[in-house]
């Protein structure tokens, strides 16, 4: 693959910074991540993320990893990570080292909530649910947005010691400075601001906690103690991130951790522009690939989505030219709006590109699984080349195969095909000519033959006689080439290549 050099000016937004460690004098090297929970199957949104992440580490000549944040017991699955890594194999997006598994680094987690404690920067508190809940309710009856009061910022060693005592399980919050405004340059969005009083409240960073315990630590914590020891050079992630990386700032800053650049990436949209959900039907990339798309033209789709292409670059991309010319300054703040008949128009270019081998592969396990005996290669390549150029999904091409391993049903255009007089009469004479020939010699040029000679010895009209052939053949009057469609038939048996001259 061809990849761009560098770039570390001004246009890709990439500024080479000052570490505050001395070891560490420069950060040269672009390395961006794609952190998924593995509670779920590859989602759309994440693919798409991934897909941005890659595009610019290949621009930049960077690392693009992974890191299973699988912190969430409960909900995470062996299953959910390879289905996960499985789908980003497949859309071509490769990663440059082992994936990390957030839940291995909980030692060291547990260590930097140690040195924020140590340092006061964080605090145990012991609010219960229940005065959380009387808390959230008082400040909604005073028309105020919920936040935690900070009410145990600062106890008394008396207060901590009764609380110790009675055995109270605690949170270990982050304190926040209100009056602190915190702001960032934005790759994607420009210059953000936020205001901390607006983050509500001292941030809980462990929860099952005690006097004594440390608990479990929470994202916001984790994420930016895993992007510092992985030498994250820039986080890309989806819009709804923007709220945490306010608070991921401060405790870059409380850690003394170098910060990276951050891109926050516009939402996939459903058509009438609210966010992709489950209930659009389709949400992860296994539902599109069972839909019969390939993974060239969702790579291809999803990068569409939220970035423009360059003036005089078509939309018709592989991810690889797409890298070339990546950036954030194509990449849109507005939503993006889902639009089907862009995907469906990329996934017929793709397909219609295919050599046939390729084709074949994707439509042989298809065929295979409709239970279908198939003949020699030779064949089923001569039939993925005629349905081809008439396939939009891969998976149509069990539709339009039908006819060649199942009798078709007669349809009602194929019926009134058939019940014309001139149909029949021609019909009846090519049946007739064709019990004199081979089936399996029925080529393209005696095919051609008969079927100029049946058509003068009936005196009905050429046109008419193909028309019903097909109706004979497909029970039908849409397909492919009418020719081939027959000859392909006859050399896979008598039967198959039968025309229903007596209905
Ligand atoms: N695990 C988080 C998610 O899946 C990661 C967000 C991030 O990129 O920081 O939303």
Redesign the pocket.
Known sequence: MVRAPPCHGGSCGFEPRRSRFPHKKFILKVRV?????PTGNLHIG?AR?ALFNWLFARHEGGDFLIRI?DTDKERSKVEFTENILEGLNWLGLNWDETPVIQSQRSDSHRKAILQLLDKGLAYRCYTSEAELEEMRKKQKDQGQPPRYDNRHRDLSPAQEEAFKAEGKTAVIRFRIQDETTITWNDLVRGHMSWSAADLGGDMVIARRASANEIGDPL?NLV?VLDDAEMRISH?I??ED?IA?TAKQILLYEALGLPLPNFAHTPLILNPQGRKLSKRDGVTSINDFRAMGYTAEAMANYMTLLGWSVPEGMEERFTVQEASKVFGFDRVNKAGAKFDWDKLNWLNSQVIHELPPEKLLQLLEPLWLEAGWDLPEKKWCLELATLLGPSLTLVKDGVEQAKPFFEEPPLKPDGIKQLALTDAQKGLKNLQEQLERTPWDGVNNQTAQDLITSVAKATDVKKGLLMKSLRAALLGQMQGPDLITTWGLLARVGKDRARLRVNL
């Open positions: 991540r794609l952190a998924p929970s994440t993320t944040e994202y994420v986080v992630r989806g991130h945490n």
